[in-house]
Every structure is written in C-alpha cells, then in structure tokens.
C-alpha cells in the first residue's frame, strides 16, 4: 500500500527568518495523518526546518547534491552535509537544475547512487518533457529515457526508495496544468517502465508525484487519479494555509 506523499518545493524562496515564521504557522494548521508531508528548501533553511519540525512528522529535504564527498565544487553541498544536518529527503533532476545548471541524466545518476549508497536520505527524482517534446507527441519517449539513464546500475531494493515526480515541463510555473486525465496516464506509463526495469513488485512499491501548477482548487482531482501518490507542489508550499489545503485533499 502506497502511503501518499505531498512534497513543497521552495526553490529560491524564503530567508531563515520566513522559514522559521512558515514553520510556526504551519505547525499550528497540521494535524498527523496518513499522508505523508515534506518541505524541500535552500540550504541555508534546512537545519532551522529540522529543528523546528522535529517530532512531527513533516519531513525536511534539500533541493540538490553533489555526487562527490568533497573537493573543489564551489556552491555544492554533499551527502555528508545534509546526513548532519538530518534531512528526510533530496529533490534530484529537477527540470530547473537540467535547464540552467547542465544537469544530466549521468549526473543524476550518480547522485542518486550516492544518497542511496550511503544515506537513508529519500531521493525526489524528476522527470517531465518540454511543450515542443509534448507537442510533438515524444513525451513518453522523452520520460522512459530519462528513467533508464537515472536508473542504470540501481538494484530494485534502491529503485524502491525514490520517489518518481513527473513533472511536465510546460506546467511549472506557468499556471498551466496537466489535465488529471495527462497527469494520470504518464504515471502509469512511468509505473510500466519501472516494472519492464524491475518487476512488478517494484513498481508497485514506487512512489509517484505529479507536480506542475498544482493548488488546492485541482488537488483533490489529481490525487484521486489511481497511479498518483502525491504531488511536487511548487508557489502554494510557500503558504501555509495552502498547501495545507492541499494535504487535506
């Protein structure tokens, strides 16, 4: 049984000080349930976040890693770092991350081999095609590349611990949304190549989010759809009101 599982994604947002004011409120809003909750924030939040969350149930992730222990990387941060500060998750692939920082499906691959190797840090692993690759009508192709190279040389057992975000490139942060109907079926497409990788055991055990424009107002028909098991929620996770409602869908 999948337990459902709503992500935020704060991408550049927030000082330590919003952080902290966000967790306070949003403590107040969150009862415990069955569904599980997660802030993914910029680093300089993360250990304030932990803190403040500890002992609730909402999970704390970073937005990136690096796939080496340490070096000349200037700006990176590695497995080590967020292992310390005691983070729940990491957001990998992002279509931010592969747009403007030239990340690509070998690197992926290598941070996700790192988190699962040596930490029980969750990787959010995202995918999703560009409006010319959907218009094209190659976005399934686009999708099962993408999950072949970021999964090469990952045992099943590994494979079960990430959490799949399809995310269409076209839908983020642009108000647009993937139909429940389009969110729906490249789910179960990614689900059919995880079993062809695996089996079927495995892709019945793998988590996978839609993210894209997701709000309250079409929470509750996208999480209905039956290969959806959360959402990679974007502009509504920064309020606390809102992605609360999303949680409750």
């Known amino acids: 049984m999948r337990i459902p599982f709503i992500a935020g994604n704060w991408k550049m947002y ?6 902290m004011e ?11 349930t069955d569904i599980r909750a997660a ?4 680093f300089t939040q993360l250990d304030t976040l932990v803190e403040a969350f500890r002992g609730t149930g909402i999970g704390v992730g970073a937005q990136n890693v690096h796939f080496e222990d340490e070096g000349a990387f200037t700006g990176e941060i590695s497995v080590a770092m967020l292992k310390e500060i005691g983070v729940d998750y990491c957001i990998v692939g992002h279509s931010e991350r592969r747009q403007y920082f ?7 691959n290598l941070k996700l081999k790192k988190l699962l ?15 010319s690759q959907r218009e094209a009508g190659k976005e399934k192709e686009v999708v099962s590349q993408q999950i072949e190279k970021d999964f090469a040389g990952l045992t099943s057992e590994q494979a079960e611990q990430i959490v799949i975000a399809y995310e269409p490139i076209w839908a983020i942060g642009t108000g647009k949304t993937a139909s429940a109907e ?24 793998v988590i996978i989010q839609y993210g894209g424009s997701v709000k309250p107002e079409n ?11 959360g959402a990679l929620v974007g502009g509504a996770s920064l ?11």
């Open 14 to 19: 927030k000082t330590k000080k919003e952080a």
């Open 22 to 32: 966000f967790a306070e409120s949003f403590k107040q809003l969150y009862k415990d």
């Open 39 to 42: 802030i993914c924030a910029p």
């Open 102 to 108: 030239a990340e690509t499906d070998e690197t992926v």
């Open 117 to 131: 190797t040596e930490s029980a840090i969750r990787p959010i692993l995202c995918v999703g095609e560009n409006l």
């Open 182 to 205: 389009q969110a729906e079926e490249m789910c179960a497409f990614i689900r059919t190549i995880v079993e062809e990788l695996y089996d079927e055991d495995t892709c019945d055990k």
């Open 219 to 229: 929470a509750t028909e996208i999480m209905n759809m039956d290969e959806i098991d």
């Open 239 to 249: 309020i606390p009101s809102k992605f609360m409602d999303i949680i409750n869908f």
